[in-house]
């Protein structure tokens, strides 16, 4: 797109309003620019409307031919006269791009600010993580992201043809837009690390970490070194709005765009597969039930959108900053771009919106919970034969199965209410010379934090607590 629309010169009487009125009514080819003239002229008589109308396209060669021999404001002039009078619809997909982006900007911010919320006031810890901290980070230049599109880039001709716009549009279109990439590849390294340091929280093996942590690594150094050659991609930086501006004197170069954003398409494409392989891996490891893990692995699942989302996304650039109509064809790639960053914010999200799912309707996972502990109970909790003979021990094994969150407090209760019953028992009975002998007691607990899938085997061993008690339970 840098170099394609050749020499800018400034066209006196380029007026969108009064080239409007004029071609309404009649079509005079001596009005259009010289360069204008050698493009019909190829196809068409000059005066020949028929002719020109049925090759005056939106893609047509005919219209490629004004924006490469022509200046931009000669372009724009040539076409939005042809375009005019022909009758060409005016195209314009603002509105479509600002309800897209108020819907999944909504549905994004309501389930960050949950998930957010959540950790800080309701998880165990009460505090955020690591990757609580970056998705923070991450929706602060999210909104800012939001505002600059729906309030500042779709005004100044997002989503139309090129030729129905101002040249004072056209540079601010190009300001905001140069904005607009920096900050979505700000925005999608900051949830990739996210996720991965969510993953390194609930996944203890070192192998796996071992691979989380390289993941981190590459996504931090690849984000960055294409903010970096983002920032730089033009020569000065003005550049990538003053392009527009019609003045001669504009001169700068900027390296090619389009290769380069398709290098970034298919390098994210591929780290988000990598991203989203990673944890299905694990999910045949975890000492689950078998409908648990199917559970699991619908959640991890989901991260898959993403990487369909950054797929549909590497279609828009083809036509990325090679288009001589750019501010109708980088829809595309905007558009998708929203997309993908409003359904990275919600896949990150998932996994505490659970928890918050759990907590909201305690009922279905107090019945399941309790189903699965009856289970267990009667399966695990076993005496020996002679626990009622003096001085035997009794055994009482509690086991809790479930997929691991490191900010869900059940487990936690779980282990205190326990042991604290069994302090109160040995309290009462201390006094007694047949009653545990003076209140011997051991609580022994085995746990494995932070795992995905963790057994927390919780034994509580006592002596006989004498023909007493043994007479009471009987």
């Not at 590459?218 to 392009?243: E, H």
């Not at 369909?308 to 595309?332: C, E, G, Q």
């Not at 003096?390 to 997929?403: F, P, W």
Request: with cysteine.
């Amino acid at each position: 797109m840098q170099e394609s629309f050749g020499r800018l010169a400034p066209v006196p009487g380029a007026d969108l309003a009064s080239i409007a009125q004029r071609a309404a009514s009649y079509f005079n080819s001596s009005q259009l620019p010289a360069c204008a003239l050698s493009c019909i002229s190829a196809i068409c008589d000059a005066d020949n409307s028929t002719c020109i109308c049925a090759h005056d396209g939106y893609e047509s060669d005919m219209t490629a031919c004004m924006f490469q021999s022509c200046g931009l404001p000669d372009a724009i002039f040539s076409k939005n006269l042809t375009s005019t009078y022909c009758g060409e619809p005016i195209r314009d997909r603002g509105l479509e791009f600002r309800l897209t982006n108020y819907l999944l900007g909504s549905v994004a911010a309501v389930i960050v600010v949950a998930r957010l919320g959540y950790k800080r006031f309701l998880s165990a810890n009460r505090t955020f993580g690591p990757d609580d901290w970056t998705i923070l980070a991450a929706g602060f230049i999210g909104v800012t992201s939001i505002v600059l599109q729906v309030f500042f880039l779709t005004p100044s001709g997002l989503g139309q043809d090129i030729w129905k716009l101002e040249i004072p549009q056209l540079v601010r279109f190009g300001q905001y837009f140069y904005a607009m990439e920096i900050m979505y590849l700000t925005l999608i390294t900051l949830i990739k690390v996210s996720l991965t340091l969510f993953y390194l929280a609930i996944f203890p093996a070192r192998d796996i970490r071992r691979l989380l942590w390289i993941t981190v690594a590459f996504n931090a150094a690849f984000g960055l070194a294409f903010i970096t050659k983002t920032f730089f991609q033009c020569t000065p930086v003005s550049f990538n709005w003053k392009r527009f501006d019609g003045d001669p004197s504009t001169t700068g170069h900027c390296i090619n765009i389009n290769a380069s954003g398709w290098a970034n398409g298919v390098l994210g494409v591929v780290a988000d597969i990598w991203l989203f392989a990673l944890p299905l891996a694990q999910v045949k490891n975890l000492r689950l039930h078998w409908k648990k893990k199917v559970g699991a692995f619908i959640m991890f699942l989901t991260g898959g959108i993403v990487t369909i989302v950054s797929m549909l996304r590497l279609k828009s650039v083809l036509h990325f900053a090679n288009s001589y109509n750019p501010t109708w064809n980088h829809w595309d790639i905007v558009f998708w771009s929203t997309i993908e960053v409003s359904t990275g914010f919600i896949c990150c999200c998932l996994p505490t919106l659970r928890l918050i799912l759990i907590k909201a309707y305690p009922r279905v996972s107090d019945t399941k919970s309790s189903r699965s502990r009856s289970r267990t109970t009667r399966t695990s909790c076993t005496t020996s034969s002679n626990r009622y003979r003096r001085n035997s021990m009794s055994h009482i094994t509690v086991e809790y199965d479930g997929l691991s969150d490191p900010d869900s407090d059940d487990h936690g209760s779980s282990r205190a209410d326990l042991a604290a019953a069994h302090r109160s028992y040995v309290r009462k009975g201390a006094g007694d010379e047949n009653d545990l002998e003076g209140g011997a007691a051991k609580v022994r607990i085995r746990s494995l934090q932070s795992m995905p899938s963790r057994k927390e085997c919780i034994e509580l061993a006592t002596k006989d607590p004498g023909p007493e008690e043994r007479g009471n339970k009987e």
